[in-house]
């Protein structure tokens, strides 16, 4: 059977949401570490503490420019996934740059996933 081809995934999510997100990449770190990672500067972060030896590039931290490189990448058609837990229950002093991070990926028509349960389809579906 040939290799699976190599995938850009983003990786975000919001305070409230990280320890969820660093859970959920432990439980597919298999899948995850067959694939080049992106995330927030303080979502990288927390995901590299717990599995160190993940290809994740760390971008700049949401608030302060991250969503949009995410965003970015996405306009250039760079990312092939996006994993963005968000808090639904917290005013996001960037909520700007939130719903434009979300609207690049909704126009790119990529997996994407705002929370556990989608994340996880997505990576069984994979
Ligand atoms: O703010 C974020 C998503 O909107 C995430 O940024 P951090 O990972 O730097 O906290």
Not at 46 to 58: E, G, S
Request: charged content about 20%; hydrophobic content about 50%; glycine content about 8%.
């Amino acid at each position: 059977m040939p290799a699976a081809a190599l995938l850009a995934i983003g990786l975000v999510a919001h305070d409230d949401k990280k320890a969820a997100l660093v859970d959920w990449s432990v439980a597919h770190q298999a899948f995850l570490s067959r694939h080049r990672l992106y995330a927030t500067g303080t979502t990288g972060g927390r995901i590299l503490q717990a599995l160190p030896d993940l290809d994740l590039t760390r971008l700049r931290s949401g608030p302060l420019g991250g969503d949009q490189q995410l965003g970015a990448l996405l306009a250039e058609g760079l990312l092939d996934m996006l994993v963005f837990f968000v808090d639904p229950l917290s005013p996001q002093p960037h909520d700007v740059d939130v719903k434009a991070l979300i609207r690049m990926a909704t126009l790119a028509d990529i997996p994407f996933a705002c929370n556990v349960a989608t994340a996880d389809l997505i990576v069984a579906g994979r």
